[in-house]
């Protein structure tokens, strides 16, 4: 069933987009519970550089794009996705139905009795979603352009949770989900299921490396450590390729190892009594090579998306005192230089509102932000 949902406004990105937030704040304390706990689920960068490149020397560059916002009046979207700067797709878990959003029309796909997680793509014509039914099966929900195909995995789940499952797409005919049950393949439909390799490690990632090989990421807490491994499918089975532990209560060093494109990276945190500096290290396909650190100019990195080798797009924050919220601002980084493109408004009291981005290309990002009953599209085209 298609029908349009939700009134959208459309205007040209004059300033950055604010939420009505009138709270009591005690920022020091917030601040504290935020480096504590935040960074379990932060995101990762990679950038492009043979050579250690360090930001302290470097100046920010002018703003590269020029922005416009679409306002929804609606919220709760749980992921993104977009190939042209027109169309931007997205999904809701509350309805459990993907939206389209052409031009100025809102168009809503009601999916059917699933939780909706996340989705990937390869062209409008084939976007998987990636769900889970009503006793717990994980699920295939294909989107071919016109309408949905249903692939069944055989495979269930003990309860929801989200966390517990990712996925990714290959090729128009080819997805993967690796949760802590299983890991699935269906391919053409058909479904082949492989032994997720360690129960007690929960996936973070599943992707094809530029080699070929599907890998998964995935980690634990466990006894004052923090766990992260690389599997890889090597003759019909995963395989461990790269182990990483570190203490994670009262370190001053926090490395988290993630994947942009199917490239594997770490993204390495210092902290330094009120502020942390960033430093990226590129993976070899045995080790982790350092690359280059961002110092001051961003302390966290909580979203990005773009060419590994080219323009990154970021949602960082950037921590000022103890009594204020750490700045959080959309930026560009080519490499070499960083440039600051919108300042993000402070988070709600409760609950924090979500942030996607999809760059389409170099010339073209849309950035979802995303609240309760209230949801933005920013377009960025180059200038």
């Not at 703003?63 to 709760?76: A, D, K, S, V």
């Not at 796909?109 to 976007?127: H, K, P, Q, T």
């Not at 996925?167 to 949760?179: F, H, K, N």
Request: aromatic share 14%; with cysteine.
């Amino acid at each position: 069933m298609n029908y349009l949902k939700s009134k959208v406004c459309f205007s040209t990105y004059q300033t950055c987009p604010s939420l009505p937030v009138s709270i009591n704040r005690s920022p020091s304390i917030l601040k504290f519970l935020f480096v504590c706990f935040a960074l379990v689920g932060v995101i990762f960068i990679h950038g492009c550089s043979d050579e250690l490149v360090s930001v302290d020397k470097q100046i920010f560059r002018t703003q590269q794009f020029n922005w416009q916002t679409t306002e929804i009046q609606q919220g709760n979207f749980t992921d993104l996705w977009a190939d042209r700067s027109n169309v931007v797709y997205m999904l809701s878990y509350d309805d459990r139905s993907l939206y389209k959003l052409s031009d100025k029309n809102l168009t809503q796909f009601y999916a059917g009795d699933y939780n909706l997680y996340s989705m990937d793509a390869v062209s409008e014509n084939a976007i998987y979603i990636f769900g889970i039914s009503q006793d717990f099966q994980l699920t295939f929900i294909k989107w071919n352009g016109s309408g949905f195909e249903y692939i069944p995995s055989g495979v269930f789940l003990d309860q929801y949770g989200s966390s517990w499952m990712r996925g990714c797409v290959i090729t128009p005919d080819e997805a993967w989900i690796c949760s802590q049950t299983s890991i699935i393949q269906s391919q053409g439909g058909n479904i082949t299921t492989y032994i997720y390799p360690d129960s007690t490690m929960v996936p973070k990632s599943i992707f094809k490396s530029p080699g070929g090989k599907i890998q998964v990421i995935c980690e634990k807490y466990i006894s004052g450590l923090h766990i992260q491994k690389i599997y890889e499918l090597q003759d019909g089975s995963f395989a461990e390729v790269y182990e990483h532990a570190e203490p994670y209560l009262q370190s001053t060093t926090r490395t988290f190892i993630g994947q942009l494109n199917g490239s594997v990276f770490q993204q390495v945190y210092k902290f330094e009594g009120e502020s942390a500096s960033i430093c990226v290290r590129s993976y070899d396909g045995s080790a982790f090579n350092e690359m280059y650190c961002l110092s001051n100019k961003i302390n966290m990195i909580r979203e990005l998306d773009g060419n590994l080798f080219g323009e990154l797009i970021l949602y960082g924050e950037t921590y000022q005192d103890p009594y204020q919220y750490p700045k959080r601002q959309i930026f560009t980084w080519n490499g070499t230089f960083l440039s600051r493109e919108i300042e993000m408004p402070d988070p709600p009291a409760i609950m924090d509102y979500q942030v996607k981005i999809k760059s389409v290309n170099p010339d073209l990002v849309h950035i979802m932000h995303n609240g309760e009953g209230l949801t933005k599209i920013l377009t960025g085209t180059r200038k």
